[in-house]
Antibody, heavy 113, light 107 residues
C-alpha cells in the first residue's frame, strides 16, 4: 500500500524558512516522479513543484521559483521542499503526491507575523 | 503557461441527476488531462486520467471525454457521496496547471 506522510509544517514569520518532508513507502520511490501541490484556505489547488525520478530533473511554479527547492533522498524514500523567503500568500496546506494517483494528507504552513 | 478554465464554478444538483463539468485549455493539450475529486479536509483523489480513462476503483458513473482544448467530466446518477469539489489538471507541459474547480452541492 502506498503511503505518503508529510511533516514540517507550522507557523513561520514572513521572510522565514521552512523545510517540508514527505516520507514515502509501499512503492519503488526512486523511479517515480514526485510533486508538491498546495491549497490556500478556501481556495483551489496550485501545483508547486515536481522532481522526476532517476535523475531528478526539477520544475517550479513561477510563484515559488527562486525561493523553493524540491529535492529527494532516494536511499531513504524521502521527498523535501525547502521554502525560503516565505510570504503570506504561501499560507496553504501542502500535499506531496506520487504521480497523479497517490497523495499524502497534507501539512499546513501558515506565514504570519 | 496553459490556462484551464473550468465551468461552472458551482452547481447545485439532486441525487440521481446527471451533471457535466467542462474544462477548457488555452492551447491544445492532446489528452493530457486528469480529473480529481476533493472532499472538505481531504486530499484530492484521482478520478480520470488521459482525459477519459477511469482510475482503478472509481465508479463507472464517472466518465471523461475530450481532446485538444475542450474536456468534460460527466457524473450520471449522482450519489450523495459525489457532492464534492472537482478539479481538472493539465499534464501536457510545465508549469502544470489546475482548473479553478467546480463545487457540486446538494440542491
Amino acid at each position: 500500500e502506498v503511503q505518503l506522510l508529510e511533516s514540517g509544517g507550522g507557523l513561520v514569520q514572513p521572510g522565514g524558512s521552512l523545510r517540508l518532508s514527505c516520507a514515502a513507502s509501499g512503492f519503488t520511490f526512486s523511479v517515480y516522479t514526485m510533486t508538491w501541490v498546495r491549497q490556500a484556505p478556501g481556495q483551489g489547488l496550485e501545483w508547486v513543484s515536481t522532481i522526476r525520478g532517476s535523475g531528478g530533473v526539477t520544475y517550479y511554479a513561477d510563484s515559488v521559483k527562486g525561493r523553493f527547492t524540491i529535492s529527494r533522498d532516494d536511499s531513504n524514500n524521502m521527498l523535501f521542499l525547502q521554502m525560503n523567503s516565505l510570504r503570506a500568500e504561501d499560507t496553504a496546506v501542502y500535499y506531496c503526491a506520487k504521480g497523479e494517483t497517490d497523495w499524502g494528507q497534507g501539512t499546513l504552513v501558515i506565514v504570519s507575523s | 503557461d496553459i490556462q484551464l478554465t473550468q465551468s461552472p464554478s458551482f452547481l447545485s444538483a439532486s441525487v440521481g441527476d446527471r451533471v457535466t463539468i467542462t474544462c477548457r485549455a488555452s492551447q491544445g493539450i492532446s489528452n493530457y488531462l486528469t480529473w480529481y475529486q476533493q472532499k472538505p479536509g481531504k486530499a484530492p483523489k484521482l478520478l480520470i486520467y488521459g482525459a477519459s480513462t477511469l482510475h482503478s476503483g472509481v465508479p463507472s458513473r464517472f466518465s471523461g471525454s475530450g481532446s485538444g482544448t475542450e474536456f468534460t467530466l460527466t457524473i450520471t446518477n449522482l450519489q450523495a457521496e459525489d457532492f464534492a469539489a472537482y478539479y481538472c489538471q493539465q499534464l501536457n507541459a510545465y508549469p502544470l496547471t489546475f482548473g479553478g474547480g467546480t463545487k457540486v452541492e446538494i440542491k
